[in-house]
């Protein structure tokens, strides 16, 4: 089964069918809530975590220094510099959503 990727217009369309305003205005809306995410990330030096009840939980994690990296083509040690990643974890109402979703699937 291929996976179906959304864009940006996307969320702009279901925005505003389902608040039933233009697309501009969604448009305005969405950029607002991206902007404020931006924000709260780069808030308190990065150490950032932005819960959405019965959506989820973004957090920054740090991730260590690596030196068992290998750059395939010349399998010359590469060394990885520590960085910071934003990971998603789903709440308990998503996952319980994509759960029954899979559990209702017929394989062939």
Avoid at 33 to 57: K, M, P, Q, T, W
Wanted: hydrophobic share 35%; proline share 4%; with cysteine.
């Amino acid at each position: 089964m291929k996976s179906k990727t959304y864009n940006r217009n996307d969320l702009i369309n279901q925005i505003s069918y389902k608040l039933n305003m233009n697309k501009d205005e969604s448009k305005i809306i969405l950029d607002c809530v991206l902007d404020s995410f931006l924000d709260l990330f780069l808030a308190n030096g990065g150490n950032s975590r932005i819960e959405l009840r019965n959506f989820g939980v973004f957090k920054v994690y740090k991730t260590k220094q690596r030196t068992n990296a290998r750059n395939p083509r010349t399998k010359e040690e590469v060394i990885i510099p520590p960085r910071k990643r934003i990971v998603f974890k789903p709440g308990k109402k998503i996952q319980k959503l994509l759960n029954e979703e899979v559990n209702n699937w017929v394989e062939y």
